[in-house]
């Protein structure tokens, strides 16, 4: 069975009988500033893609990756994480999974036959032998955050258990290069595997790139388990690009910081929530009634992530623009309230 997400709009506009040039789209975590697209030589197009020394080189520097390796999007690489992961222990059949996050992990293990294990604000204390351990951070859609100390002591916890660790990083740009756990992947750890995405904080998700850091071990199989040209030409021409680019990042995240405390700010002024956490890439409030105020946002062709809870709507960052046309809808649904 498909997994809803955000970004669906043709199959919500159908469903509202409005037409999709006429929506106001949150529903994604993506930035809405995007990356400024360069003129790319001809010969990007022409010739087979490449993934370069110097691409690497620019990834591992942005990263702070000792190995790291591109892929088309980070949802690739979930997906063959449980063949990887089987071939390498035979006998593993046990994975640990936020209970709240994307579901998409949780879809690729069960479908693998692993028997999964749920927590939430407090990382699993102790893990079965030759299992896995996935870990999103920070949170999508709670905003939740782990410490790099908890972090390490989970991923000794696993090396003790001959176990995998994964940490999904895909909102992660936003914050200090510190956040992240990528560099505190040593040479003799090799049981971790940080995924980076590269469309959501570059605001260019069609590109579909990302990366896995890892150790060298981890590196090689992901390398030659990667099928030939899997990321086009174009998009790791583009990448080296932003990923060199300390300036744009920089105003980046404070144009993003910016906008999410007014819509912040926004939302808490408007509607009914119970509670409210958010950083630069999306905010997520709670209600009493969320999929009621989903489908009077819908009405009024304002289109936002209602989680798989039922409990809370994520919105996407809205540029200046967005924000007038979200405020007017806002006001608007106070004015009836449900």
Same mark, same amino acid.
């Given at each position: 069975?498909?997994?809803?997400?955000?970004?669906?709009?043709?199959?919500?506009?159908?469903?509202?009988?409005?037409?999709?040039?006429?929506?106001?789209?949150?529903?994604?975590?993506?930035?809405?500033?995007?990356?400024?697209?360069?003129?790319?030589?001809?010969?990007?197009?022409?010739?087979?893609?490449?993934?370069?020394?110097?691409?690497?080189?620019?990834?591992?520097?942005?990263?702070?990756?000792?190995?790291?390796?591109?892929?088309?999007?980070?949802?690739?690489?979930?997906?063959?994480?449980?063949?990887?992961?089987?071939?390498?222990?035979?006998?593993?059949?046990?994975?640990?999974?936020?209970?709240?996050?994307?579901?998409?992990?949780?879809?690729?293990?069960?479908?693998?036959?692993?028997?999964?294990?749920?927590?939430?604000?407090?990382?699993?204390?102790?893990?079965?032998?030759?299992?896995?351990?996935?870990?999103?951070?920070?949170?999508?859609?709670?905003?939740?955050?782990?410490?790099?100390?908890?972090?390490?002591?989970?991923?000794?916890?696993?090396?003790?258990?001959?176990?995998?660790?994964?940490?999904?990083?895909?909102?992660?740009?936003?914050?200090?290069?510190?956040?992240?756990?990528?560099?505190?992947?040593?040479?003799?750890?090799?049981?971790?595997?940080?995924?980076?995405?590269?469309?959501?904080?570059?605001?260019?998700?069609?590109?579909?790139?990302?990366?896995?850091?890892?150790?060298?071990?981890?590196?090689? =199989? !992901?390398?030659?388990?990667?099928?030939?040209?899997?990321?086009?030409?174009? $998009? *790791?021409? #583009? %990448?080296?690009?932003?990923? /060199?680019?300390?300036?744009?990042?920089?105003?980046?995240?404070?144009?993003?910081?910016?906008?999410?405390?007014?819509?912040?700010? =926004? !939302?808490?002024?408007?509607?009914?929530?119970?509670?409210?956490?958010?950083? $630069? *890439?999306? #905010? %997520?409030?709670?209600?009493? /009634?969320?999929?009621?105020?989903?489908?009077?946002?819908?009405?009024?062709?304002?289109?936002?992530?209602?989680?798989?809870?039922?409990?809370?709507?994520?919105?996407?960052?809205?540029?200046?623009?967005?924000?007038?046309? *979200?405020? #007017?809808?806002?006001?608007?649904?106070?004015?009836?309230?449900?």
């Amino acid at each position: 069975m498909a997994i809803l997400h955000g970004g669906q709009l043709s199959r919500v506009a159908k469903q509202y009988q409005i037409p999709e040039k006429e929506w106001l789209d949150l529903s994604t975590g993506i930035a809405p500033f995007s990356y400024p697209i360069p003129d790319i030589p001809l010969s990007v197009w022409q010739d087979l893609p490449t993934i370069s020394a110097s691409l690497i080189d620019v990834a591992k520097n942005y990263y702070q990756a000792k190995y790291c390796w591109p892929l088309s999007g980070s949802q690739s690489l979930i997906e063959k994480l449980p063949q990887l992961w089987s071939e390498k222990q035979p006998l593993a059949s046990h994975v640990y999974l936020p209970k709240v996050g994307y579901k998409e992990h949780q879809q690729a293990w069960k479908t693998a036959g692993y028997q999964l294990h749920f927590y939430q604000q407090t990382l699993p204390a102790n893990i079965e032998q030759n299992s896995v351990v996935v870990v999103i951070n920070p949170n999508n859609p709670l905003t939740d955050i782990f410490t790099i100390k908890q972090l390490s002591a989970l991923q000794k916890q696993c090396h003790a258990q001959n176990s995998l660790l994964i940490i999904d990083e895909a909102f992660t740009d936003v914050f200090a290069p510190e956040y992240s756990f990528v560099a505190h992947i040593k040479a003799e750890t090799t049981n971790v595997i940080v995924l980076r995405s590269f469309g959501k904080f570059f605001g260019l998700a069609g590109l579909r790139i990302g990366f896995a850091c890892c150790s060298a071990e981890w590196f090689e =199989l !992901i390398k030659h388990s990667t099928s030939p040209w899997a990321v086009n030409g174009p $998009a *790791l021409y #583009i %990448t080296e690009l932003a990923l /060199n680019d300390k300036k744009w990042q920089t105003a980046q995240k404070q144009r993003l910081q910016k906008q999410s405390q007014k819509q912040q700010q =926004l !939302i808490n002024s408007t509607l009914p929530i119970l509670s409210i956490k958010s950083n $630069a *890439l999306f #905010i %997520t409030a709670f209600f009493n /009634n969320a999929p009621a105020i989903y489908q009077q946002l819908c009405q009024h062709a304002v289109y936002v992530r209602l989680t798989d809870e039922n409990d809370a709507l994520r919105f996407g960052i809205a540029d200046e623009v967005q924000l007038k046309r *979200l405020a #007017i809808v806002l006001m608007q649904c106070a004015k009836k309230p449900l």
